[in-house]
Each structure stands twice: as structure tokens, then as C-alpha cells.
């Protein structure tokens, strides 16, 4: 035996996906929806402390409907207290919550008595097709300029195109909504510039939405594209004969797809959050109006509830995320194959 | 290719050449300039609006309402005849002030936490990794509105709140650094030296791990600025009378078919402040490197 | 060999723009390489080597740029060609075998589709004929079980069978012309040794051109048919391999072949100390065995040293050679006390390293110093060179300050530094002073044993040679051991005493340098010692062995 010095990797060297087999995959599976439970009751946990410990004085006053500018007695606050369901020992109102989030029950509205889960679910269709537009804009339209300016061989072209990365990422969503409206409502009639109603009322929302995640996935995807692209095994290929058009389209991309992929969990977080203002801009319903609601309403309830969708959505989308990154590179799926 | 490589060499014992100067010396680049100067600009306006805009931010004259931009009024007049121009420039301060504020909650808050995690393996690392991995899935603006809901309204709750939310960020990237510096041949050399753990953190693993860390804080600075205008469009600001930009393009939206330029204007100064602050983030990275 | 000349190179420049100015990497080179032979190209880093070869490939990066000159392939000039032009030149008349192989071969492709494009690229195949040729092609370069290869991902395979991949790559489509840069540096002894073997074979019996880049004259002189040699961007010698070597013409091959270890007269008088004298050994290990990974999931815990014993004596040099992973590095750092063994023996100057405590420790650490291998990383880049060297004797309190500053120009004297050099910062500084810095501050506080981990393997043929006789004579000077761990037998033999081979954890074979290096007894010692031969193409017969 002469090759025990030039060795194959040997399939159950530690990696981090753990152990050999299926039967790891698996493992490994269940090791992450662990770790997303976890994170999940951690996120609730804060919004809890944040909501239900913190409360001072002068919000449970507006709770209540008391003018906060004149003292308010003890009496007064604890009646505010048991009204909303802030009352009894923490401890208790914290496993009555916990338990409630279990068994999707996240309470009442502090407002209007509706359950909250009842809330969130009429206010997210509209919010959904929204996000779904503008991440698919996002991906396009990014996905284009980034590799356009990994191809391109002009310097400027490849600044400009660069330059709408750091744009993009610079101008608030609410200023580009507007400057939308102006130019696309009321200088050229094209699109309403409020309201749910059809398929074009659509159109300037999504953009609006769409422009700051765009520029992310341009950056990134520049970068780790122009990465790929000057490694050797793009050198080998060049070598081979192949075109750069070739190289880029059947070498760089693939390689350049983890970092993206990785962004996309974040950005499809994002526009969940970025909802709240583009739909406040452009009056329309959904999660971000809820939102906006809760929190001039002082609904605590409505909050801790958007705190923990906030999170299972984010989280759940990390983990489709990992779990898609070893079907785009095989080295991540080192030890998960015999 | 070390073409770099090649100036003679000096030193009689040594037939090696040594690294030339400009490797060494950091040289002031263009791309670090002028971002740099623009951000200079921001902070001599906030602190001295006066400087460029003599007019009084609030003073309302109902003659001059929803003006034009002219040479009197550079960005026109609002609604009640008070100029914009001079309230962009008052509205500087308390942007930059609240960008800051967040920014050092998270620098400090989140530089802690990276240099436990990356100084302590095992269980200790791993919650960090778990909290970092909780405040992530709660966006900045949420934690925000989430603060001001519990605590009641104020820039400086919201600034905090941001702050909260950009820990983790800080936090992933010192904890990286940290291991990656204490890893280094130089680190461990000092350990073999007999210099102890805290003077070797002290004095090899700070220092050389610091840069990146602080480079994200311009970026992340540019954020929690855009989030807290958000925030002011939102009317979770400071209450009326004061200039704070996402107040005034949200009252300038009510005249945007005609008056266009209230709305518009602000928003550009805005992203200027905000484009040079994550230029100079990205230009102090690359130095970095 | 025919003598008729296939690829001209004349009056080649090519320069980099580095930091706002130009930096000539080549100027106004002349290189032939004749049809059908295999051409060396030698020269150290910074001699424009690799820029040459990717100026014939026309692969020069983008901030490169060709100032003057031609290549002509058959009368044509390749640097004149269109992009589109050299396409169809590039993998059909010019192959090209990179340097490292594990960034070489694109890690989300599977091997069998990486081949076929380069095939694909310029004859019109599908189907079964594609796959039928693939397999051709790596059986071709040497590799067996090719379907499973063809399946296989580049991580899947090791080293050597991914540089094979690249060379079947590389002639895929009948490149008249095969450049090779540094085809094997990345590889163990053993592997490159037999990938050479090879592709020379390949190439030979197809009547191709090879050029080799190398910065390993051993392996040049009887590999290859002719030498060129390169020194800052010229060609100072050229000429029929055995030739140069006999009777080098140009001063610069003749202080580079007098500094390659192994070629260089094997000094004689080295200083033996006489060991019957020493009473006790600075370090000794028995039976230490240490493992990593396993973990509660239920990973398998990988191995790193099993039953190793060993004796360091004092103002000897302990030599650990073996491969990567075969567990010298290991050693060494349960030697410093950064790793504690799982089980077995560690004594350090006599005490058992379990019995220790905190402080003992401390002080016995003060008696053990560390070189190692990476000379930009072993400095810290913000401290200067004088307080990196002062750092252990501030940390141990020695001396005042005054005394401390006199050490740092005493220690700087030592390893043929300037004084001034104590201001500098590690960024001025090239890799060789570097290492000059790093030896000074290992021997700061007067150390009864440095570790050696690898200390010139980062560094140029010439530069290797001064320090490692920096090293020799601070040895006869002060006595000092060295735990010299190598994974370059010529280097070893240049300057140990006592040398212990490792092998997956185990020392296989340990004694006297002559007695190991004359008079091998394990199979394993032997493969080492004739590949490493055979990697300088020497003509030792005993093959052990087949190929795997």
C-alpha cells in the first residue's frame, strides 16, 4: 500500500454536518428545528419582558383612556392593570402566554378583543402578494446588474452599475415611494398611487419595496461572482477554451449562489419589516398598516404578537436557507452522503 | 506575484529584498476623501446650522407660504411659510445624534458579547450564539416600534431599541475576528513567551481584530439613520415642531402633485448623509484588508 | 530531441500596476522551448517565473500588462490573437496544469462533466462517446475506477487524483503544448513524485512540448531536457539541462544550485555533541496518544498521535519528518504545552507536565520557544520588530529596561540584522528577515529548546540556506536543541542529528540521521526517501509498491 499519504477525504471525518449516513441527515435536521424552537421561545421571551415587564406608568394610562397629563392613583393604574390582562404574578402571565403561543393562541387585542391570530391572518394576504412581488423584483433585477457587472470588462459600466448598490442601500423606502408617486401618479397618470385595488396598484408598491433589497443582492452577488470568476478553477475553464460568457454562466454562478441564497433569508425578513412603511406610503392593507395601528394604540397585545410572526418567519426562512445551501454546493454535503 | 517585492535591498547581511514603502505606509485615497469630507460637512451643520442657514427653522410667515426654491428660500417654504431650507440644516443634529446613540449601543453592546463569545468556547459561546441568533430574527424597526410601545415615544427609546437590534451584528463579526487573530501564529507566540491570556487579548488580539469591527459601525450608523427617519416619517418622532427630515417628507406627501420639490428635497439630503457614511464604512474595510 | 524551436519567446516585458505605479515582473525576456521536449523554467519568487507562463496562456490578471514582445506557437504570435482567436487555441493547441489543485477544479461540478466540457469545447461529442472518451482521459492520466471518479466531486478526491483530473484536463483536447506551473508544489513528496512521472510519460509519448515552472531546481535539472533559468524578470542561463547543472555559466545558478539543499555539498562538519555526557533529556514522551472531533452527536474522534515516544537531547536538533496529517505538528505543540495529551507520558527538563502546576508551568514554557512556519503571521503587524523581540523579556520580567533594549540589539546582532531594523514594522520586512525576527524573539530569553515547525518551507531555496545555517551556527554557538519538525527530507538532512519519521499518528522510525537516511529499515522510510529522489529524478531503482 503505497497511497496511505495521498488519502481520499474519508467520508466520516468530523465536518460540520455531523455524522456519516442518512441517518445524519436527519440528525441534522432535527438538531436545527431545535435550534429554531429555541430561538423562537428566546424571541418570545424578550418580547415578553419588553412588553409585559417594562410597561411604565404613563402607557398603561393611555391604555386606559386616562388624560395622562394629571397624576393617576394606584387604584386607577391596578383596575387598567386587570382590565388588559397585565395583573396577577409574572410568572403566571408568562406561561399563560407560552402556552397560548403553543397552541397558536396569541391573545387578544388589547383594542378591539379580536384574537390577534385572527388579525394577522386577514392582514397578511395583501402583505404577501406585496413581499412575493418585490422579492422576486429584487432577485431579478439584482441577479441582472450583479452579474452584468462581474461580465462587464467596462470600468464605468461596472462603477455605475456598483453605484446603484450603494444608492439603493443610502435612500429611505418611504423618499423612493414618493418620489414614485410624484413621477408615475401625478406627473404621468400610470399607476394609483394608493389603495389595494388590482394588479396595478401593485406595480409602484413592489418597486418601492424591492429597490433596497436589489441593491443588497447586487452587491453581494457581484462580489462573490467577481470571486469566483478569478479563482482558478475559472482559469482552468478559461483553459479549456470556454468563453467568459461560458465561465460565468456554467462555473460562476453556481459558486457564487451560497452567499445570495444566505441573503435571500434576510431580505424575505426584510420585507416583511420594509411592509410597514411602503404600506404606510402607499395606504394600503396589510401587516405593516396593522402594525402601524398597534403601536399608535398602544396595543401590546398586537405587538407581542407581530414580535413573535417576526421571528418564526425570519427563522423558518434561515432554515430553508441552510437546508437548501448543500444541494448548491456539494461540499456542504460532506459527510450527510456515503 | 510579489512584483511588489523587488526594491533593492539595503541590508548587507540579507540578499532578500524587503517590502516597499507603499505597502506600508497607509496612504489617504481618494475613495476615503471625500466621504469623508462630506461627512465632516454633516457634522459642522449639525453642530452650527447657523453657518449655512441664517433663517429661523421655525419662525412661520403665512404671506411666504409653499414657496418655490429660490435664492431667499434654497429648498422653497412649507405649509405655514417657514423655510425648509433652514430646517434640513436644524434637522441635522438630532439624525446624526440618534444615528450615533444606536450605533454605540451596538458597538459596545455587541463588541462585549462578540469578545466573550470569541474568548470562551463551549456552552458559554454557544447561548451568544443563541441571543444573537434570537435579537437577529427581530428586525430594527420592529424592536423599535415594539420599545415605543412599551416604554411610550421618544427618538432617544427608538435609537436605543436599534441599538438592541444591531448587536448581534457586531457581535458575529468581533466574535470572527477574535478567534481568527487568536489563531494566528503571532497569538500563540505570545502565549509560548509567557505573556498571559489577558495582556496577550489586550495587546495582540484587540488591536488586530478591531478594524473590521468598526468599519461595519459606519455602516450600520448609515442604517439606524435611515430606520429612524422611518421612524419620524412614521410620526414616531419627536412631536411637531421640531425639523426632523422623515417628519418633513411625510408633511411635504400632502403637496407632492404640486409643491414636489418638500418631499423631495429633504430625502436627498438625507441619502447624501447617508452614502457617505457607508462609503467611508466601505473605504475604511478596504483599508483594513 | 529535436532542436527546432516550437514556442519563441523574444524580448517579452510585462509589468503590474501595484499601488498607482508600474513594477516590471519581466523585462525583455528571450526563452525557446524546442518541440517535443520538456523545458524547465526555473527561478524564486518575484522572478517572473508564473507571469511568463501566463503571458504564453494569455492569462495574464487584469492588472498586468504586456509591454513589449512576442510568443510565438508554430509562427504565430499569441499575444497579437483576438479573445475569440485564442479560444480556439486555448485547450486544443495550448493545455495548461495549474498550480494548486484543490482551487483548481470547480468544487460544484462533478469531475466526469469538467472533463467533458473541455472536451466538448472543441470536437463535437455526446452521449456515450463523450462519457467512453472521459474515462479514456483519466485512465490516461493514471487514475483508476473512473466511473466512480467521473461521479465523484472534487472534494471527494485527494490531492494527487485531482492534479491527475487537471492533467487530463490539460490534454483533453491535444494540446500540442502543455505549460505547467508549479504542477506539484501543493502535493506531499510521495504524490508529486509519482503525478510528475506521469505527465512527463503523457507528454513524452505524444511528441507534446512541456514546460515546467518551478522553483525547484532539483526537480528541473533531471526532469527536464533543457533549463532556463529566470532571475528578476530575465533569462540569466539557458541550455541543456545536465549542462547547467555540470557547468553553470551565469553566477546567480551557481549561488542557487549551491543553496538548494540536498544538491549542496553535505556539510561534514557538523558540530556532534557528545551525548554521553548528558545525564537527562529536555523532553521526553512515552506512549502519548491524542485525539480530536467526538463529540456528543457521536462523531468518530479522529486519531491525531497514537503511542507516541520520543527523547530530545540537549544541543542536539530532534528532526520529526512525515507528511501532512501524519501528526509532526501535533507533537510539537504537546511539546509547548498549547495541546495536553489524551494519555501516555509528557515530561519536560524532568517534570512530568501532569504534575505541574500553573506557575511551574510558566517557567518551564520560558525554557521552551517556538519558530514557525508562516514568517508574515508569526509577527504581530502593529508591534515593531524591537518590541516583538523584548516581548518575552518584558513578559518575564527580565532585566530593566536598558538591559531589555541591549538583549533586543544583542539578539538582532545575532541573527545579521541591522540595529535600525528595531524600529521597523513586520510589513517592511521580507519573509526570510522576518523568520530572523521570529528566531531572535525564540531565543530572547535564553531557551534550552526551540521548536522549528516547518521554518523554511515558506521561504526561497537561497533564503532557506541562510537560515538555516543561521540556525546551525546559533546551535554550536549556544547550545541550544531544536525540535525541527520538516516535511522536506533534504532540508532535514541538512541539519539534524536525530531524526524521527512519522506516518498516521505513529513514529514508524526513529535514530541517527546517517543510520536513517543510509540505512532505512521500514517500507514507509524508504517510499519517503525515494520519492524524494525521485522527485529530483534521481535513479534509485527499489520500487515498493504500485501505484494506488
Same mark, same amino acid.
Given at each position: 500500500m503505497v497511497t496511505t499519504t495521498d488519502r481520499a477525504p474519508h467520508p466520516a471525518r468530523p465536518s460540520r454536518a455531523g455524522t456519516g449516513g442518512p441517518a445524519g441527515f436527519s440528525m441534522l435536521l432535527l438538531r436545527r428545528v431545535g435550534q429554531v424552537l429555541f430561538v423562537i421561545w428566546l424571541a418570545f421571551t424578550l418580547s415578553f419582558i419588553l412588553l409585559n $415587564? /417594562? *410597561?411604565g406608568d404613563a402607557v398603561l394610562a393611555k391604555l386606559g383612556g386616562v388624560d395622562a397629563n394629571r397624576q393617576i392613583t394606584e387604584a386607577e393604574l391596578a383596575a387598567i392593570r386587570a382590565q388588559v390582562g397585565l395583573d396577577g404574578p409574572l410568572v403566571t402571565q408568562y406561561l399563560q402566554r407560552l402556552g397560548g403561543v403553543v397552541t397558536l393562541n396569541l391573545g387578544h387585542s388589547l383594542q378591539t378583543r379580536e384574537p390577534v391570530l385572527d388579525m394577522l391572518v386577514t392582514a397578511l394576504p395583501p402583505t404577501l402578494q406585496l413581499a412575493a412581488a418585490g422579492f422576486l423584483l429584487a432577485i431579478a433585477f439584482g441577479g441582472l446588474l450583479g452579474a452584468t457587472a462581474a461580465y462587464t470588462r467596462t470600468p464605468w459600466l461596472r462603477t455605475a452599475l456598483l453605484a446603484f448598490g450603494t444608492i439603493g442601500t443610502a435612500v429611505p423606502a418611504f423618499w423612493i415611494g414618493i418620489s414614485l408617486i410624484t413621477l408615475f401618479s401625478f406627473w404621468l397618470p400610470l399607476f394609483p398611487a394608493s389603495g389595494t385595488a388590482g394588479p396595478s396598484s401593485l406595480v409602484l408598491p413592489a418597486i418601492t419595496l424591492a429597490i433596497m433589497p436589489a441593491s443588497l443582492v447586487t452587491q453581494v452577488f457581484y462580489e462573490s461572482l467577481a470571486r469566483a470568476m478569478s479563482e482558478p478553477f475559472a482559469t482552468t475553464a478559461v483553459m479549456k477554451g470556454a468563453s467568459r460568457m461560458r465561465v460565468l454562466v456554467r462555473h460562476g454562478i453556481r459558486n457564487a449562489a451560497v452567499p445570495v441564497v444566505t441573503l435571500a433569508g434576510v431580505v424575505a425578513g426584510y420585507l416583511l419589516v420594509g411592509s410597514v412603511v411602503v404600506e404606510t406610503v402607499f395606504s394600503r392593507a396589510g401587516i405593516g398598516y396593522l402594525t402601524v395601528n398597534a403601536v399608535r394604540t398602544v396595543d401590546l397585545s398586537v405587538i407581542s404578537g407581530l414580535v413573535v410572526f417576526s421571528a418564526v418567519v425570519f427563522v423558518t426562512l434561515n432554515l430553508l436557507v441552510d437546508l437548501a445551501c448543500p444541494f448548491i454546493d456539494p461540499r456542504m454535503r460532506a459527510g450527510m452522503t456515503s | 506575484m510579489t512584483a511588489a517585492r523587488q526594491a533593492p535591498a539595503p541590508a548587507a547581511a540579507v540578499t532578500e529584498s524587503p517590502g516597499s514603502g507603499p505597502l506600508v505606509r497607509p496612504r489617504v485615497r481618494p475613495e476615503f476623501v471625500l466621504p469623508a469630507v462630506v461627512v465632516a460637512f454633516f457634522v459642522l451643520i449639525a453642530l452650527w446650522p447657523e453657518l449655512i442657514a441664517s433663517q429661523d427653522p421655525t419662525l412661520a410667515q403665512p404671506r411666504e407660504r /409653499? /414657496?418655490? *426654491? !429660490? &435664492?431667499?428660500h434654497l429648498f422653497g417654504t412649507d405649509s405655514i411659510g417657514r423655510d425648509q431650507f433652514a430646517r434640513v440644516a436644524h434637522g441635522t443634529l438630532p439624525s446624526l445624534r440618534a444615528g450615533l446613540i444606536a450605533v454605540s449601543i451596538g458597538l459596545v453592546g455587541g463588541g462585549l458579547l462578540g469578545l466573550v463569545s470569541g474568548f470562551s468556547r463551549g456552552p458559554l459561546d454557544l447561548a451568544i450564539a443563541r441571543l444573537c441568533d434570537a435579537l437577529l430574527a427581530i428586525p430594527g424597526l420592529l424592536m423599535a416600534l415594539a420599545f415605543l410601545t412599551a416604554i411610550g415615544s421618544g427618538v432617544t427609546v427608538a435609537a436605543c431599541a436599534i441599538g438592541i437590534a444591531q448587536m448581534p451584528v457586531f457581535a458575529r463579526v468581533m466574535r470572527a475576528e477574535v478567534k481568527r487573530v487568536s489563531a494566528l501564529p503571532y497569538t500563540e507566540a505570545a502565549a509560548a513567551a509567557g505573556v498571559g491570556p489577558v495582556a496577550t487579548a489586550v495587546r495582540h488580539v484587540l488591536p488586530n481584530s478591531w478594524g473590521p469591527v468598526l468599519a461595519l459601525a459606519a455602516l450600520e450608523c448609515g442604517q439606524a439613520i435611515l430606520i429612524l427617519s422611518s421612524l419620524s416619517y412614521l410620526g414616531f418622532g419627536e412631536p411637531p415642531p421640531a425639523p426632523e427630515w422623515g417628519a418633513l417628507i411625510a408633511a411635504g406627501q400632502s403637496y407632492l402633485a404640486v409643491q414636489w420639490w418638500l418631499a423631495v428635497l429633504p430625502g436627498v439630503v438625507l441619502a447624501a448623509m447617508v452614502i457617505a457614511i457607508t462609503r467611508l464604512g466601505h473605504a475604511a474595510r478596504r483599508n483594513d484588508r | 530531441m529535436t532542436s527546432d524551436a516550437h514556442v519563441q519567446v523574444r524580448g517579452l516585458s510585462v509589468s503590474y500596476r501595484v499601488g498607482g505605479r508600474q513594477v516590471t515582473a519581466v523585462n525583455d525576456l528571450d526563452i525557446e522551448f524546442c518541440r517535443g521536449a520538456v523545458t524547465a523554467v526555473v527561478g524564486e519568487s518575484g522572478s517572473g517565473k508564473s507571469t511568463v507562463a501566463r503571458a504564453i496562456a494569455g492569462i495574464l490578471p487584469s492588472n498586468a500588462r504586456v509591454d513589449a514582445g512576442e510568443v510565438l506557437l508554430g509562427g504565430q504570435d499569441l499575444l497579437r490573437l483576438s479573445e475569440r482567436q485564442l479560444r480556439t487555441i486555448r485547450g486544443s493547441r495550448v493545455g495548461f496544469v495549474p498550480q494548486d489543485p484543490t482551487a483548481s477544479l470547480n468544487p460544484t461540478q462533478r469531475i466526469g462533466a469538467q472533463v467533458a466540457e473541455a472536451v466538448v469545447l472543441h470536437l463535437p461529442m455526446r452521449g456515450a462517446a463523450l462519457r467512453d472518451r472521459v474515462g479514456e482521459l483519466l485512465a490516461g492520466a493514471g487514475l483508476t475506477d473512473v466511473k466512480r471518479i467521473s461521479r465523484s466531486f472534487p472534494h471527494e478526491l485527494s490531492g494527487g487524483m485531482r492534479q491527475r483530473v487537471l492533467i487530463a484536463i490539460a490534454l483533453a483536447g491535444g494540446a500540442e503544448l502543455v505549460i505547467a506551473d508549479e504542477p506539484t508544489s501543493a502535493l506531499d513528496v510521495t504524490v508529486a513524485a509519482r503525478v510528475l512521472d506521469q505527465l512527463t510519460k503523457m507528454v513524452t509519448s505524444a511528441g507534446t512540448t512541456l514546460v515546467i515552472i518551478t522553483h525547484d531546481l532539483s526537480l528541473a535539472t533531471h526532469r527536464a531536457d533543457r533549463v532556463a533559468v529566470l532571475h528578476r524578470g530575465a533569462a540569466v542561463e539557458a541550455g541543456p539541462a545536465a549542462e547547467v547543472m555540470a557547468r553553470p555559466r551565469h553566477e546567480y545558478t551557481s549561488q542557487l544550485l549551491a543553496s538548494t539543499p540536498g544538491l549542496r555539498d553535505r556539510r561534514q562538519d557538523r558540530v556532534r555533541p #557528545?551525548? !554521553? &555526557? $548528558?545525564?537527562? &533529556?529536555l523532553v521526553r514522551l512515552e506512549g502519548v496518544s491524542k485525539s480530536f472531533g467526538g463529540s456528543r452527536y457521536g462523531r468518530a474522534a479522529v486519531a491525531a498521535l497514537s503511542d507516541v515516544s520520543l527523547r530530545l537531547l540537549p544541543g542536539r536538533t530532534f528532526a520529526l519528518i512525515g507528511e501532512s496529517g501524519s501528526g509532526k505538528s501535533t507533537t510539537a505543540r504537546i511539546v509547548l504545552g498549547l495541546e495536553r495529551a489524551d494519555s501516555g507520558t509528557v515530561e519536560l527538563f524532568g517534570h512530568d507536565l501532569a504534575d505541574v502546576g500553573r506557575h511551574a508551568m510558566r517557567e518551564l514554557r520560558r525554557r521552551v520557544q517556538v519558530v514557525y512556519q508562516s514568517p508574515f503571521a !508569526? /509577527? #504581530? *503587524?502593529?508591534?515593531?520588530v524591537g518590541r516583538s523581540i523584548r516581548e518575552p523579556l518584558v513578559a518575564h520580567r527580565a532585566g530593566t529596561r536598558a538591559e531589555q533594549l541591549a538583549r533586543v540589539d544583542e539578539l538582532l546582532n545575532l541573527v545579521r540584522l541591522p540595529s535600525s531594523y528595531a524600529r521597523r514594522r513586520p510589513a517592511e520586512l521580507s519573509g526570510g528577515q522576518c523568520q530572523r525576527v521570529a528566531i531572535a524573539r525564540a531565543l530572547a530569553l535564553s531557551p534550552e529548546l526551540v521548536v522549528c515547525d516547518e521554518p523554511v518551507s515558506a521561504l526561497d531555496a537561497s533564503v532557506q540556506a541562510q537560515v538555516l545555517d543561521l540556525l546551525r551556527e546559533i546551535q554550536e554557538r549556544s547550545g541550544v536543541a531544536y525540535l525541527f519538525i520538516s516535511h522536506d527530507l533534504a532540508v532535514v538532512r541538512d541539519i539534524a542529528h536525530d531524526v524521527a519519521v512519522m506516518q498516521n499518528g505513529r513514529i514508524v522510525e526513529s535514530g541517527g540521521i546517517d543510520d536513517i537516511f543510509e540505512r532505512p529499515t521500514q517500507p514507509f522510510t524508504r517510499l519517503l526517501l525515494e520519492a524524494s529522489l525521485r522527485h529530483a529524478g534521481g535513479t534509485v531503482e527499489a520500487t515498493i509498491g504500485s501505484e494506488g
Open positions: $415587564v /417594562l *410597561p | /409653499l /414657496l418655490p *426654491p !429660490s &435664492a431667499e | #557528545d551525548t !554521553s &555526557a $548528558v545525564d537527562g &533529556a !508569526s /509577527l #504581530d *503587524p502593529r508591534f515593531s
